[in-house]
């Protein structure tokens, strides 16, 4: 399983972008999804995460400005970031547990840069 991560770019304050995670191979599930983020000097930290069923969580700090999303038919996972901040600038990175592996699959991280 490979994850292709996109979408990142250079956006200002109060604007839009959006991530899109693809996983490649076959005879797969996504068990679940989600992404991190890493600012330059911090901590890896967890921003949303779904689950098969649909079931979402978010942090604190993207709550009601990201959405995520998934299509399974296209073993994709999608982040929806609005009124980005320019705290949102950090390299996001999308993981995906397969149904049967211990551990995650990880994408490229994909940089998010925020102007003010």
């Known amino acids: 399983v490979q994850l292709q991560a996109s979408g990142g770019g250079l956006v200002q304050a109060g604007g839009s972008l959006s991530l899109s995670c693809a996983a490649s191979g076959s005879g797969f599930s996504i068990a679940a999804g989600g992404w991190y983020r890493q600012a330059p000097g911090k901590q890896r930290e967890l921003v949303a995460v779904?689950?098969?069923?649909?079931?979402?969580n978010y942090a604190d700090f993207v709550k009601g400005r990201f959405t995520i999303s998934r299509d399974n038919a296209k073993n994709t996972v999608y982040l929806q970031m609005n009124s980005l901040k320019p705290e949102d600038t950090a390299v996001y990175y999308c993981?995906?547990?397969?149904?049967?592996?211990?551990?995650?699959?990880w994408g490229q991280g994909t940089q998010v840069t925020v102007s003010s």
């Open positions: 779904i689950t098969s069923d649909g079931s979402t």
């Open positions: 993981y995906a547990v397969v149904t049967g592996i211990p551990y995650p699959f």
